[in-house]
Structure formats: structure tokens, C-alpha cells
């Protein structure tokens, strides 16, 4: 019986170590045989509030999103991907009122508006506003933390684009 036991234990311990199991997940659906390239535009403010290194911490960060996460080659122009578009909305409303009657959060907004073109399918291709917000303490200046909370909303903003465009979740 000990003997059965302990060829028993040896077959399925060889067995186990026979099979393996094997995840890969990259993030992306991207067939990397016809599509090895994505142009990306500057995006130019158009808000009513104008905060000028906005445009280029965006840029940076959509460009270092595609390159660090997918393989594909980002070019000026002529991409097989092409992402254009512009900062439609940079606003700050009110978002509480304190018992003493004053502001006492104030929340940002940032808007969007993204052309995405997919030269090798053209049904992928659309136009569409991609919205991210932030708060902050009416107690502290904007420009205190204007920074910090501008990157926070583009992370989101270029993480929804990257998920629209080549996640397709």
C-alpha cells in the first residue's frame, strides 16, 4: 500500500511538472505584422483657459505611453495609427461650499477632443472627447498644486485614449 502511495505521488508530481501554464498579456490588440507605426500630433489649447505647459505634458506623456507600452515606431506623420486632435476644455468650478459660505473645493477639468485614424482599418477610426477632473482645497493657491493635478488628469486622459485605441477592452 506505502509503495502505491509513493508511485502514485511520483506520477502526479511528474505530471504536474509536465504541464505548464502560460499567461501572456501584453495590453494591446495590436497586429504588430501590419501595423508598426503611430503618428501623434501636437494637441493645441483651444480652452477659454490657457495654462501654456499643459500642451507639451501632454504630448510627452501620450508619446511615452505608446512607446513604453506597445512596439510600435511613433513618427511625426504618416503613421498606420494616426492620433490628432486638441485641449478643448481646461476649466475650474466650485465643487463644495464650506458652512461658512465660501468655495471649499475647487475642482479642475480637463477636456479632450482626439481624431484617432487606423490606416490599415478604417472602422477603428473615430472622433470622440475624452474628459478627466481633479480636486483641490480652496485654501491652497492653483498654482501650489496646479502641476501635480494638471499630470494627474493627463495620466487618465491618456490612459482612456490608449484603451480606446489599441487596448480595444
Not at 500630433?41 to 505647459?53: E, G, M, Q, T
Not at 480636486?135 to 498654482?143: A, C, D, G, I, P
Not at 501635480?148 to 493627463?154: G, P, S, W
Request: aromatic share 10%; with cysteine.
Amino acid at each position: 500500500m506505502r509503495r502505491y502511495a509513493i508511485i502514485l505521488s511520483l506520477s502526479l508530481l511528474g505530471l504536474l511538472t509536465a504541464c505548464t501554464i502560460s499567461y501572456k498579456f501584453t495590453g494591446t490588440s495590436i497586429d504588430y505584422t501590419k501595423t508598426k507605426t503611430i503618428s501623434l500630433d501636437k494637441f493645441p489649447i483651444r480652452a477659454n483657459y490657457v495654462w501654456s505647459p499643459m500642451e507639451a505634458m501632454f504630448y510627452n506623456s501620450l508619446s511615452d505611453e505608446f512607446a513604453q507600452k506597445t512596439k510600435l515606431k511613433v513618427l511625426k506623420r504618416n503613421g498606420d495609427l494616426q492620433l490628432s486632435g486638441e485641449i478643448v476644455e481646461y476649466s475650474q468650478t466650485n465643487k463644495s461650499i464650506g458652512a461658512d459660505g465660501y468655495s471649499a473645493q475647487v475642482q479642475l477639468k480637463m477636456t479632450v477632443n482626439v481624431r484617432f485614424v487606423n490606416t490599415i482599418k478604417h472602422d477603428e477610426d473615430f472622433e470622440k472627447r475624452f474628459s478627466a477632473t481633479a480636486e483641490y482645497e480652496s485654501t491652497q493657491q492653483l498654482v501650489a498644486v496646479q502641476d501635480q493635478l494638471v499630470q494627474e488628469m493627463i495620466d487618465d486622459i491618456v490612459d482612456q485614449i490608449f484603451n480606446a485605441t489599441v487596448a480595444n477592452w
